[in-house]
């Protein structure tokens, strides 16, 4: 069974930084595309970034060039590092993985979630 499992999550001021971190079990990730998503509170699930297994990413125009996504397929983990955190930011931060290759950000293209990690930013 796969499972994944996020950490890195926290409370921080505006301006600072957090990186979160998604561990994979139950199978090997290298070749499928990766996700990181968010919720505020009452607000639906938004795409945050994925990338592939060849390194292409995308993200949310809302964090572009504040957050990178990344990989290391021999730790079996994938990473979001989170700069220049504004209030808005806060949410809870959910890992997925899916079961293709392709580099999209529609949350039903990704079968498999982590239980999420708590962002919280004060200003």
């Known amino acids: 069974q796969v499972q994944l499992v996020e950490s890195g999550g926290g409370s921080v001021q505006a301006g600072g930084s957090l990186r979160l971190s998604c561990a994979i079990s139950?199978?090997?990730?290298?070749?499928?595309?990766m996700g990181w998503f968010r919720q505020a509170p009452e607000k639906e699930r938004a795409f945050v970034a994925a990338?592939?297994?060849?390194?292409?990413?995308a993200y949310a125009n809302s964090v572009k060039g504040r957050f990178t996504i990344s990989r290391d397929s021999a730790k079996n983990t994938v990473y979001l590092q989170m700069n220049s955190l504004e209030p808005e930011d806060t949410a809870v931060y959910y890992c997925?993985?899916?079961?293709?290759?392709?580099?999209?950000?529609?949350?039903?293209?990704?079968?498999?979630w982590g239980q999420g990690t708590q962002v919280t930013v004060s200003s």
């Open positions: 139950g199978r090997t990730f290298s070749t499928y595309a």
């Open positions: 997925a993985a899916a079961d293709h290759r392709l580099l999209v950000a529609a949350s039903s293209q990704y079968n498999t």
């Open positions: 990338v592939t297994a060849t390194g292409d990413t």
